[in-house]
């Protein structure tokens, strides 16, 4: 007889991150269950599960029987603090307290974000580093990490630097992003296409990355200015002192040591093979 694949709930699945993640995990034959709110529909292939994160009873039923649980669900991008610090804590409370009672067994891999580390690290961000953040989407991760690490579940923490890829606009969007956040043009970040975040997952789904929080990144770092020239726009220029230098650039030399290679090893291979 064959044996029926391993059931997991993955959580952000209509997000960023999630609408690329999900078809790759269906596509190496995963069975997949996806929260979603009512009226949200997922890819053929996936099983919709509908709960709230912010609403606890939803919750045992979507974690029944599962063997792992990819929780990705987050919100980022707002000026509502209050809604970020309930979604990306209380929402990870809430998924943490019922999968210790009703899938104890489950292994738990949260994404995370480069953000947690300080502006003013003296290198790349590396897992061992203290964290710090001044912003409430970063403080909420770095909060809901120290939840997941203290709640005995079987845990891994993937901290994402910047995402990109597969049409998500992400890149096109970086101009005002960089802008906003007065980043130096030469400034250097890490970056990582959503098809090695796929590779990242299927390592933690195997149990590579149990009990650790790993950096996922690219093999080049690439500055801001040359990043928004590969999305084809024009950012001021600039050589006065760059501050801050590893901001957003991360180390990733843990994960290489696990055995994690991008497949995607550039944004100039992305584009050069058309993947943006």
Not at 164 to 180: K, N, T, V
Not at 191 to 214: E, F, K, P, S, Y
Not at 244 to 254: G, K
């Amino acid at each position: 007889m064959n044996k029926q694949p391993e059931k997991i709930l993955v959580t952000g699945s209509t997000g960023l991150v999630g609408a690329r993640l999900l078809p790759r995990l269906l596509e190496a034959g995963w069975n997949c269950c996806a929260l979603l709110r009512a009226g949200k529909e997922v890819p053929s292939g996936a099983t919709a599960v509908e709960g709230d994160l912010l609403h606890a009873a939803s919750l045992p039923q979507a974690v029944k029987d599962v063997s792992a649980i990819i929780h990705l669900a987050a919100v980022f991008r707002t000026a509502d603090t209050d809604l970020i610090w309930r979604s990306n804590l209380e929402g990870t409370n809430n998924l943490i307290a019922a999968a210790k009672t009703h899938a104890p067994l489950a292994r738990f891999i949260m994404a995370s974000t480069a953000h947690v580390y300080h502006p003013n690290n003296p290198h790349p961000g590396n897992e061992n580093d203290e964290v710090s953040a001044q912003h409430a989407y970063p403080a909420s991760k770095i909060a809901a990490e120290q939840r997941l690490r203290e709640s005995g579940l079987n845990w891994s923490i993937l901290r994402f630097p910047f995402v990109y890829g597969d049409g998500d606009g992400h890149l096109e969007q970086l101009p005002q992003h960089a802008i906003a956040a007065k980043w130096h043009p030469a400034m250097k970040i890490s970056t990582i296409h959503h098809r090695d975040i796929a590779t990242a997952m299927h390592m933690a789904l195997a149990g590579v990355m149990d009990g650790q929080i790993i950096n996922i990144s690219d093999e080049a770092p690439l500055s801001i200015y040359e990043l928004v020239q590969l999305a084809g726009q024009q950012l001021h220029s600039s050589c006065e002192p760059l501050q801050n230098p590893w901001h957003l650039h991360i180390d990733a030399s843990l994960a290489r040591k696990l055995g994690f290679q991008a497949t995607v090893r550039t944004v100039y291979q992305a584009v050069q093979e058309n993947l943006l």
